[in-house]
């Protein structure tokens, strides 16, 4: 049995910002999959971004394009290796033109961190310690 893939679709006002975004966190584009219209961001082998502008969003859905700075209808949790990747990440996203929606969260067993990228998307990257996931 083959590994499932996402695709998450996010619509974005500018392309090439949210590329330079992007790729200043350390993210990279699968070019078979990026034009003047999309990029394909690599997450992991299996998790990809399409940055789509928003005319090529709307050719997916007739419901209107929210506004993400304004409405939530996902948050993104990534999970990073340790907490340091976790501030590392999130340091990233607000020194590249980003913003940090609330405070860190550290629940012990637990730490995560949110930031919203140039068009309001809300991504949570996060750790949690091996040991409180065991059963």
Partial sequence: MSATMIFVNLPVKDLEASKGFYGKLGFTFNPQFTDETAACMVISDTIFAMLLTHEKFAEFTDREIADAHKTSQV??????????????IADAAVAAGGSEPRPAQDMGFM?????????????????????????
Avoid: C, T
Wanted: no cysteine.
């Fill in 75 to 88: 948050l993104l949790a990534l999970s990073r290796d340790d907490r340091a990747a976790v501030d590392s």
């Fill in 111 to 135: 730490y995560s961190r949110a930031f919203a990228d140039l068009d309001g998307h809300v991504w949570e990257p996060m750790w949690m310690d091996p040991a409180a996931v065991q059963g």
